[in-house]
């Protein structure tokens, strides 16, 4: 009479397999949080390039479409420093900003407001041919007449920096022209993942070994152009 040989797996060889099982489920897991994680950022970078190259874009064509204007501090002055945001007034439009910080500080007295709102604005556009917001510092904005430039959405992004200049560049007599140097900062603006780069005053993203560090979303693009005012003549 045969036997059946009834013998299954032992206990350390289903120790064995399960473990193997367990270190291929963990390796799978950290692999697609690595993809997702280099995923979500692509997108946020994507994004900021986006709208700092929107934003270029659109200040050189309004720039490029008026005469030269001043930009130098007193009266008559184009282009107004705020500690929390700044304005400019290129002519037909005017630019009108407040900084990623002070957003998020949310001190609605020093910050550029709409008139007819709370909602505190990030970087707008509006129709303004008399450079009345320049001349009247403290005029609040029209929110219907303004036109928000940078795309606020799951990305929250925001400017952390803007400088105009004419600095080694002189004013054509002739064709009534003048190049202006603009730099500018736009990235999201969480602000615990966000430092101060010690030599260059540029606002950067921590390092992934800082506290509060968010290398998956945390995006910071500078941006620099030279554009000509009067070049529609």
Not at 168 to 189: E, H, M, P, V
Request: charged share 15%; glycine share 8%; hydrophobic share 35%.
């Amino acid at each position: 009479m045969n036997r059946v040989d009834k013998r299954g797996f032992t206990l350390i060889e289903l120790m064995l397999a399960m473990s193997f099982v367990a270190v291929l489920l963990i390796a799978i897991a950290m692999t697609v949080m690595q993809i997702g994680a280099i995923y979500n950022r692509g997108l946020t970078i994507k994004d900021t390039n986006q709208a700092g190259r929107s934003l270029a874009s659109e200040l050189k064509r309004s720039i490029a479409n008026n005469t030269p204007f001043n930009i130098s501090t007193g009266a008559g002055s184009r282009y107004i420093k705020q500690n929390w945001g700044g304005r400019l007034c290129t002519g037909e439009y005017s630019y009108i900003w407040n900084y990623g910080k002070d957003i998020k500080v949310g001190n609605n007295a020093a910050l550029n407001l709409y008139s007819n709102s709370n909602n505190i604005l990030q970087f707008v556009k509006v129709l303004d041919q008399g450079a009345s917001y320049c001349t009247t510092p403290a005029r609040k904005i029209d929110k219907n007449n303004a036109v928000e430039l940078l795309n606020v959405g799951e990305h929250d992004l925001s400017i952390h920096s803007f400088t105009i200049s004419t600095e080694n560049t002189a004013n054509d007599s002739k064709t009534n022209q003048r190049l202006y140097n603009i730099d500018f900062a736009i990235g999201t603006n969480d602000q615990n993942a966000l430092t101060t780069d010690p030599i260059t005053g540029d606002i950067m993203c921590k390092a992934p070994n800082q506290i509060g560090s968010d290398p998956s979303y945390c995006a910071v693009n500078q941006f620099s152009i030279t554009t000509r005012a009067g070049n529609s003549i």
